[in-house]
């Protein structure tokens, strides 16, 4: 769904350029190769900041204490992260540095563009203030996803990186003054008409109305209302509540249908996990899995047991320290939680770290 988000997004910013061109008498086809190019960078900007790998969930309350308000407190934290990121081919970067100067090079193009392009964004001052304007419209929508929040370094580095691309501008100015190609660049530039702020305004604004209502769309979509959840909870043949986990287990024609469900925000409650599984006759089954709320830090929770009990008279989950407890006849949800350490959520793109092994078994 992040990218029916971002191609909603391209066509926003390639359909108002199109229209713009339809109007226009004559056509720099040169320019418009390097405007579209530019549109790409953002693109990829908006993709790597907001929509790669979030779920959306309006949950301001949780996502304001994740938030970082003080400068310089988180690129101290990461630069002191003393994980490894392997990037391949034998190369390997602190984790932390990774960051930082990724946070910094992804708006490095725009800056540059943003030169290129206009004459008025040729002095630092309003390139900082373009990053500052952009990346703290990005980071308030990250409030609402649940892996991204908010982090006002990351507005600096942003900013910092659009004046780094103004000075990537500055060496090509020079190098095309020297070989006498200046006026090959100055034909690049975009007539602005004293107008460029409140236009990077309204496109950035139009942005964020498009990214909100197609992320309430998407929440819409992944979450059931309270009387849809409390249909589905009263109709399930067993249910049971756990620390704000609501879990359902229905059997019908040879089949276990199992679903663990999480409240979030607006009175809506979102699928944490479900299975379902065919099971013969008069044999017991069993089956195990982790759940986490997916909506907050994907931290590993705890397990859940399920299935049908034909003879057994006791259950033991094995999942940090074993847990033995009384099983009925026929269908049962038995929760074992990890009230441990929570394990770390690790920046960037990696990998989570290994967890505990669980397991279950029937005891006659």
């Not at 990121?85 to 932390?96: E, R, S, V």
């Not at 409140?198 to 979450?223: H, I, M, Q, R, W």
Request: aromatic fraction near 18%.
């Amino acid at each position: 769904m992040n990218y029916v988000i971002l191609f909603l997004f391209a066509c926003l910013l390639f359909g108002t350029r199109i229209r713009y061109l339809r109007k226009s008498r004559s056509i720099h086809w040169v320019r418009e190769i390097v405007v579209f190019i530019a549109m790409l960078f953002l693109l990829i900007y908006i993709f790597l900041t907001l929509l790669k790998a979030s779920t959306f969930t309006f949950d301001l309350s949780y996502a304001l204490t994740k938030a970082n308000l003080i400068p310089f407190k988180g690129i101290s934290a990461v630069l002191l992260d003393p994980r490894d990121l392997t990037l391949g081919i034998g190369i390997t970067l602190k984790n932390g540095w990774y960051n930082v100067v990724g946070n910094l090079l992804v708006t490095v193009p725009l800056g540059f563009f943003s030169c290129l392009l206009f004459k008025s964004s040729r002095k630092w001052w309003r390139l900082f203030s373009y990053g500052v304007l952009l990346s703290t419209i990005i980071e308030s929508l990250q409030l609402l996803t649940s892996v991204n929040f908010f982090d006002v370094d990351d507005i600096l580095l942003n900013a910092l990186g659009f004046v780094i691309g103004g000075m990537a501008y500055a060496v090509v100015v020079f190098m095309f003054k020297r070989f006498k190609k200046w006026d090959d660049l100055t034909r690049l530039e975009i007539e602005e008409n004293g107008r460029l702020m409140p236009t990077f305004l309204k496109s950035t604004v139009a942005l964020a109305a498009v990214f909100l209502a197609c992320a309430l769309g998407v929440f819409l979509k992944e979450t059931i209302s309270y009387q849809t959840f409390e249909e589905t909870y009263a109709q399930a043949n067993v249910s049971k509540e756990f620390d704000g986990f609501y879990a359902t287990l229905s059997k019908e024609k040879g089949e276990l249908s199992f679903r663990i469900y999480h409240e979030t925000s607006f009175n809506r409650f979102y699928q944490v996990a479900g299975l379902t599984v065919p099971i013969q006759e008069g044999e017991n089954y069993l089956e195990v899995m982790s759940f986490s709320d997916r909506y907050q830090l994907p931290l590993q929770y705890g397990v859940v047991a399920f299935g049908y009990n034909e003879r057994a008279k006791q259950l033991e989950i094995d999942y940090e320290f074993p847990l033995r407890v009384e099983l009925p006849h026929g269908l049962f949800i038995e929760f074992h939680p990890f009230r441990g350490q929570d394990y770390p959520f690790q920046a960037g793109y990696l990998e989570w770290e290994e967890g505990p092994r669980y397991d279950a078994l029937f005891i006659d």
